[in-house]
């Protein structure tokens, strides 16, 4: 005969009707009870998946998927891949990852090369630093944010930049002119007194 588990898509989470005891095949529960967790995919691409009860101290490393919903202290380096922090997850870690997605906690600076996404359930506590940020309504977000795309700047513009906020001008055509006024004596006649 067909079992229950046969017709579940392999990878895909499952729900518990009751918190307290599991249920007997053909059983109907004696009371409704809702799900202990929300029922979100883990990831369609999670390769790899710290559950709820696992805790690892050190640094993760690697380029594919990973789905965290236990406790993680250390650092977290994912170069390709997308880290998910379950809605259980506590990470206590540096994070540097191509695509961040927080549903749990985190504390420490998050580094998401495309895009940070922090879902209304997530509490960060850090630095984020990415292109793209989404941040859901009910998210907590305590830190510095650096979000957008940084523009390269040559050595010549930075002094430029300091210069004008400085309020003194620096270009080639001025420097000559402000050497000249700054050379006569005051109330010599000249317009540009």
């Known amino acids: 005969m067909w079992k229950k588990e046969d017709g579940r898509p ?33 990831s369609s ?15 993760v490393t690697g380029s594919e998927d ?28 540096d994070i540097t990852a191509r695509e961040v997605i927080v549903r749990g906690r985190v504390d420490g600076k998050v580094t998401g090369r495309d895009k940070v996404h922090l879902w ?16 859901e309504e009910g998210a907590l977000l305590r830190g510095k944010v650096e979000a957008g795309k940084m523009i390269a700047k040559t050595p010549e513009s930075r002094i ?10 620096r270009s080639p055509s001025t420097e000559s002119r402000t050497a000249v006024t700054d050379s006569r004596p005051a109330g010599s006649g000249s317009s540009a007194d």
């Open 10 to 42: 392999q990878g895909s989470p499952e729900t518990l009707n009751s918190p307290l005891a599991p249920q007997a095949f053909g059983t109907a529960p004696s009371h409704p009870a809702a799900p202990v967790a929300r029922n979100v995919p883990v």
């Open 45 to 59: 691409n999670a390769a790899a998946c710290i559950s709820q009860g696992i805790r690892i101290k050190g640094d």
């Open 66 to 93: 990973l789905f965290v919903d236990g406790l993680v202290e250390g650092k977290l380096n994912l170069t390709n891949g997308s880290l998910t922090v379950g809605p259980n997850g506590n990470v206590k870690a």
């Open 160 to 169: 430029a930049v300091a210069a004008a906020a400085a309020g003194v001008d």
């Open 120 to 135: 209304g359930t997530s509490q960060v506590t850090g630095e984020v630093q990415t292109d793209r940020l989404a941040i």
